[in-house]
């Protein structure tokens, strides 16, 4: 499916209507675009997050499930990529990373497993684990087939930068405004924070600086691939932002959100 392209865009595009020539992009262009694209989404998670501190519990547990099929996809869409790409830094820094979702041969540390038993932690039923949005299955499905069949430094944009930079600052802030639910404060000791440990903290940090100065690397040697990363991470925002948009829509009931849907 093709995604819905206007509706949660960032405000200022990622990648401006003339830029999407060859040679309208250099490194420091690029990189100057992410942070402000990183900031702005920041933002934005802050000013949605907001919401999860007031949710009924119930709401609580669906919106957390929903966050689920993002990890389950992003692992196979993680080894799409790196099937495509040259032999370098990046792939075998992308291949680090992928063992490490994976569990490093422990199925119980696979990232989703993880995620899996903090759901269960919080009292979501197992039957109600595979509730998926039909709209956000939607859209991961749709990343999938575009990493399919655009060029690799697409796919770097779409997952390797958004899946490793993108997702950290939103899992940071939602981490950050979950923790200070009420039914989260009552039932902190018993809850199974470990993926929060993984994914908050500095273990994530790292990955996302080491990924930052491969995909650098990545473009020092193949400066003709930066229009199609800025694309691919473009692309990575504006499904990130509608992802996270369907499931407040789904999860927080009206009078309860604190943005508007065009924000
Ligand atoms: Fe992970």
């Known amino acids: 499916m093709s995604l819905q392209k206007n509706q949660n865009a960032p405000a200022t595009p990622f990648v401006p209507a003339m830029a999407t020539r060859s040679g309208a992009w250099d490194r420091k262009t690029f990189w100057q675009r992410a942070d402000k694209a990183k900031e702005a989404t920041e933002a934005l998670a802050e000013q949605k997050m907001k919401a999860l501190s007031r949710l009924p519990v119930d709401a609580l547990r669906q919106f957390c499930t929903q966050y689920r099929f993002f990890t389950i996809d ?73 990493l399919r069949h655009r060029a690799p430094a697409f796919g770097v944009g779409l997952r390797g930068m958004g899946g490793e930079c993108l997702c950290q600052t939103y899992l940071s802030v939602m981490f950050e405004h979950l923790r200070t639910h009420p039914y989260m404060r009552e039932h902190a000791n018993r809850i199974d924070w470990e993926f929060w440990t993984i994914h908050t903290g500095e273990q994530d940090i790292v990955h996302g600086e080491l990924t930052r100065q491969a995909i650098d690397d990545y473009i020092r040697q193949d400066p003709g691939a930066l229009p199609d990363l800025a694309e691919g991470y473009e692309r990575s925002i504006t499904a990130w932002n509608l992802f996270w948009q369907n499931i407040f829509d789904a999860c927080v009931p009206p009078g309860r959100h604190v943005m508007s849907k065009t924000t």
């Open 74 to 146: 992003y692992i196979s869409d993680l080894a799409l990529l790196l099937a495509k790409l040259p032999f370098g830094g990046l792939r075998s820094l992308l291949s680090e990373i992928l063992a490490e979702e994976l569990g490093e041969g422990d199925a119980a540390k696979a990232h989703p497993e993880i995620y899996d038993r903090f759901l269960a932690s919080i009292g979501v039923e197992p039957e109600r684990l595979e509730r998926g949005l039909p709209a956000n299955r939607a859209i991961l499905g749709g990343l999938t087939e575009e």
